[in-house]
């Protein structure tokens, strides 16, 4: 097979370990428009299921081949298949998206080859260009490191003065990824490593269109999704092997599924916003804060509801805390270093001004660094100004905005508190930590700016 055939193969079986379980589960989506980011969503659980097949192997001192992967993922597809023929005519029927008129289709047509091209233009030049700093060191070193060894080798995450600049403590859910692609192509090729992250990059595609689907016609729901995605930040670093646009994915794609659940109620949708935030943690520690702010929104609806039993707001909290244990596990008993820790102090007035001074300099030239950046910006803006002016609200873009805002003052937090140089720190990480935010507060502002169909609109 052509290396390129195989990557493929790699990808496809993650996919069918992630759709598995959460059949198992019973928490794939039936329900429009949500349901067409379903493929997506499988993906993004099947990376947090291969990296906590690597980590429970470490804390039983195992190692990790294709085939472990391979058997686990056919035993779950077998399990799923079962169920699902045990399970068939007893669920609630699915929501049909609205009949497309037939004037739209050749523009959706063209659109979708046009979504089709510029995820090839963007496969390709992450394919010519060379890894971002993160993405070779951080993501990539783990990466061949654990197909090298065929493990996630102790000596290596716990050699914290060899090795600190690859970060150790940082979760594996993306080098799991790689090593696995590493695996099936009998080699370390960081090209392919690379391209990881165009999946996910697809998938904030398709889950902004998907939900402007709700608020407007197919064309346009695809052509504003094409254009986001085209940002030459979102491209650029979507290849550069950093776990940026992943987390921005799981991000964007959980805060979707929490506004369902805190509008709609459905349990389903807490559990499955829960466990998308939840593995997110297996990809950055910035997942961390995520968590918390969903855990706050978890806990205003159960008190918004009527029936308030504890055990409704338990169970997403669980799954919000559950796929973080096995890594904290493999961190305690290897007693690994956590470096940001150490980096941040409490500071007085006369310290914090001037840093926050910084910040705010820095995000405004943001605004224009990359083009098409700052119409992005500009749109939030005015969705942000929209959503506080306008009555009633809606309840989901209110989550949409709620999590976009708590995540923003996480991180302008983390640059107060840092005891690192606050403009080389600015220069090395803010463009990123937007890509983290960006989606999101795109999807918030489109929310605020449009109702969804049948409701009136909030002008």
């Given at each position: ?5 195989l ?6 079986v ?7 379980l959460l059949?198992?589960?019973?928490l ?18 099947g990376g947090f299921l ?8 470490a ?5 990790v081949?294709?085939?472990v ?11 799923a298949?079962?169920t ?9 029927p699915?929501?049909?998206?609205p ?13 979708l080859?046009?979504?089709?091209v ?5 496969g390709?030049?992450?394919f010519r ?10 993501w990539?070193?783990?990466a061949?490191a ?13 050699s ?21 692609v590493?695996q ?5 090729d960081?090209?392919?490593g690379?391209?990881i992250?165009?999946?996910?990059w ?5 889950a ?8 407007t016609?197919?064309?346009i ?36 599924v ?23 943690g ?12 969903a855990g706050?929104v ?10 308030r ?10 799954c ?7 890594w904290?596990a ?7 270093a956590?470096v ?6 409490v500071k007085g007035w006369?310290e914090m001004?001037p ?15 990359w083009?098409?950046w ?6 939030i803006?005015?969705?942000l100004a ?15 905005w709620?999590l976009?805002?708590?995540q923003s003052?996480?991180y ?7 005891v690192?140089?606050?403009?080389w720190?600015?220069?090395s ?9 960006m989606?999101?507060?795109l ?17």
């Amino acid at each position: 097979m052509s290396d390129l055939a195989l990557f493929l193969l790699a990808l496809a079986v993650v996919w069918l370990a992630g759709a598995s379980l959460l059949s198992l589960l019973g928490l794939r989506r039936r329900c429009w428009p949500l349901a067409y980011i379903q493929p997506a969503v499988d993906f993004a659980i099947g990376g947090f299921l291969l990296a906590t097949i690597w980590v429970v192997a470490a804390l039983v001192g195992a190692g990790v081949s294709r085939w472990v992967v391979y058997a686990v993922a056919g035993a779950l597809a077998a399990s799923a298949a079962v169920t699902g023929w045990r399970r068939r005519g007893r669920g609630r029927p699915a929501e049909q998206a609205p009949p497309m008129p037939r004037s739209h289709l050749a523009l959706t047509v063209a659109l979708l080859v046009l979504l089709a091209v510029a995820t090839i233009g963007a496969g390709d030049l992450s394919f010519r260009t060379r890894a971002f700093w993160d993405g070779r060191y951080i993501w990539g070193f783990k990466a061949k490191a654990m197909y090298l060894d065929g493990k996630v080798n102790k000596q290596t995450f716990t050699s914290a003065a060899r090795y600190l600049y690859m970060a150790p403590h940082h979760p594996i859910g993306l080098p799991a990824l790689e090593a696995w692609v590493y695996q099936n192509l009998g080699r370390v090729d960081e090209r392919y490593g690379k391209l990881i992250g165009i999946a996910y990059w697809l998938g904030i595609a398709a889950a902004l269109a998907v939900y402007l689907w709700r608020r407007t016609c197919w064309p346009i729901a695809l052509a504003v999704s094409l254009l986001v995605a085209q940002a030459p930040q979102m491209v650029y670093h979507a290849g550069s092997g950093a776990a940026d646009v992943p987390l921005a994915f799981c991000f964007l794609a959980a805060g979707l599924v929490l506004g369902d659940w805190f509008e709609r109620g459905r349990r389903e949708d807490g559990v499955m916003a829960a466990l998308l935030l939840g593995s997110a943690g297996t990809i950055k520690p910035e997942a961390m804060t995520m968590c918390l702010g969903a855990g706050v929104v978890f806990c205003m609806g159960w008190w918004r509801g009527g029936e308030r039993r504890w055990t409704q707001l338990a169970l997403p909290l669980l799954c919000l805390a559950l796929p973080w244990l096995p890594w904290l596990a493999l961190r305690w008993q290897w007693g690994m270093a956590t470096v940001q820790g150490p980096q941040m102090a409490v500071k007085g007035w006369e310290e914090m001004v001037p840093r926050l001074v910084a910040v705010w300099g820095s995000l405004s030239a943001q605004v224009g660094v990359w083009p098409t950046w700052e119409v992005c910006w500009g749109f939030i803006a005015l969705g942000l100004a929209a959503h506080l002016a306008c009555r009633p609200r809606q309840a989901a873009t209110s989550v949409l905005w709620a999590l976009a805002l708590w995540q923003s003052g996480a991180y302008v937090t983390v640059y107060l508190l840092s005891v690192h140089y606050i403009y080389w720190t600015l220069a090395s990480s803010l463009d990123r930590l937007l890509i983290h935010l960006m989606p999101l507060a795109l999807a918030a502002a489109c929310g605020s700016l449009m109702r969804e169909r049948g409701q009136r609109r909030p002008w």
